[in-house]
């Protein structure tokens, strides 16, 4: 699905400004309501539920006594509870009953307040696992052994007697096995517009030919890399690079290697009509297996098989696990980053603000659905982890306050809390400030 086929009046500006309108609210909503429901689980009331900030456009109230509300400026949310000073839950507003104390922030027991604290970004991490599982489950694995499935409409010099059901066992001579199934790795071999494939069709071996499995077909496109910004798009077919004939994928990287930092002419063909697009590689760091990162520059497209290889199903429970696995895996590229950010490791553009997140919303909208649903999955996990740094303000800044308060048997003072939380605010500030000179003037 096209999401570009929704609203095809809207501008480029309209359209980035909505996606990223949507991925920020679905996040929000997840997150406030970890906040609301177990704060109301614990004993704790909610008296609102806020999506957005400003004049209310609309608002109803639960059975519980719960104000819930829609505001007219959708850039995040907040619930306040029974009592609470600010939308922070940083000190009583002084307007409760000592019999009602319990049902607040201030007066509920540690446990509670805690638990009702760390919902938020707990939330977070339950939406990114579910997404993660979900699209999974959606997109389901490659069969092994692989199997052909479908394939798009190929310049005229590529040939293929492949047929839908194909068992493919060796390409080129180059057996294949699981990893192949997963990487699409096809180093050794050699390039040319049809090699041979060793197959199995209805339980008979036999030798027929296809194009190189690997084709300069563009099967993805970075956010806000030089590809995309240049108008590459997923399914264009590149010809050449700087006026030479490409045959396979690998030659885009060998053209784009050699032409460093310097702009790179393709010639691409999309949907029978020609265009000749511009772009010069970008540095990019990229996290390495082992840990830590590499530099690298990259014009942003992702090469893969060129047919669609058929799949199967995924069960509920493995998928969890992959989601799961996938969310630990963001969460320890994410503090790497950081750290490598912190010792000047890797550069400071790697620091997206709101402009960012923005384009990239767009960018995976006009993709498609998929990739903009697991966009927000991705989103939501690095909510999640923000919210836990040990920061006044943010929910990990509470839960420090928590953990001082079960160790000492006493809650922090209101001077201390106060001058805190402006520290707080102070750092969130300022690293909100310095994100967005990076998106409009440092890192454009």
């Known amino acids: 699905m096209d999401l570009t086929q929704i609203l095809p009046a809207l501008g480029g500006t309209a359209w980035t400004l909505i996606f990223f309108v949507i991925a920020l609210s679905v996040i929000v909503a997840i997150h406030e309501y970890g906040h609301y429901i177990v704060g109301r689980w614990s004993g704790i009331h909610a008296e609102v539920f806020s999506l957005g900030f400003g004049p209310v456009v609309y608002a109803w109230t639960d059975k519980h006594g719960t104000v819930w509300q829609i505001a007219s400026l959708p850039f995040g949310g907040y619930v306040k509870f029974l009592g609470d000073a600010n939308a922070a839950s940083v000190g009583s507003d002084g307007s ?106 209805d339980g008979v071996a036999m030798t027929v030919t296809g194009p190189f499995p690997i084709l300069p077909l563009v099967s993805g496109v970075a956010p806000r890399s030089a590809a995309d910004d240049a108008g590459i798009r997923i399914g264009d077919f590149i010809m050449a690079a700087d006026g030479e004939p490409i045959v396979a994928f690998r030659d885009i990287v060998a053209a784009k290697d050699a032409a460093g930092e310097n702009p790179l002419e393709l010639t691409v063909l999309r949907n029978g009509e020609t265009l000749t697009l511009s772009m010069a590689a970008r540095r990019v760091d990229l996290p390495l297996p082992s840990g830590g990162f590499e530099q690298r520059y990259l014009i942003g497209i992702n090469g893969g098989l060129f047919f669609e290889a058929e799949r199967d199903s995924v069960g509920l429970w493995t998928a969890l696990k992959a989601g799961t696995q996938q969310l630990w895996n963001r969460i320890t590229v994410s503090l790497s980053g950081l750290w490598q950010l912190l010792i000047g490791g890797i550069s400071s553009c790697n620091l997206s603000g709101p402009v960012a997140i923005a384009q990239t919303s767009g960018s995976l909208a006009q993709q498609g659905a998929g990739s903009f649903v697991l966009f927000i999955g991705i989103l939501s996990a ?63």
């Open 96 to 201: 409760v009953s000592d019999a009602d104390m319990r049902r607040t922030m201030t007066g509920a027991p540690l446990w509670a307040r805690a638990a009702t604290v760390a919902a938020g970004p707990i939330f977070n991490f339950i939406l990114a696992i579910a997404i993660f599982a979900g699209y999974l489950m959606w997109q389901g694995t490659d069969r092994t052994p692989l199997t052909y499935g479908s394939a798009p409409d190929l310049p005229a010099i590529y040939q293929s007697e492949l047929q839908r059901g194909d068992e493919i066992m060796a390409i080129g001579g180059i057996p294949m096995n699981d990893d192949d199934v997963s990487t699409g790795t096809t180093d050794d071999i050699p390039v040319s517009p049809t090699v041979d494939y060793d197959i199995v069709r």
């Open 382 to 444: 690095a909510v999640g982890l923000l919210n836990l740094m040990p920061i006044p303000v943010l929910d990990g800044g509470h839960l420090v306050f928590h953990a001082y308060e079960a160790v000492t048997r006493r809650k922090p003072s209101e001077f201390a809390l106060r001058v805190l939380m402006s520290m707080g605010v102070a750092i969130i500030g300022s690293l909100m400030v310095f994100a967005l000179l990076n998106d409009l003037f440092l890192c454009p």
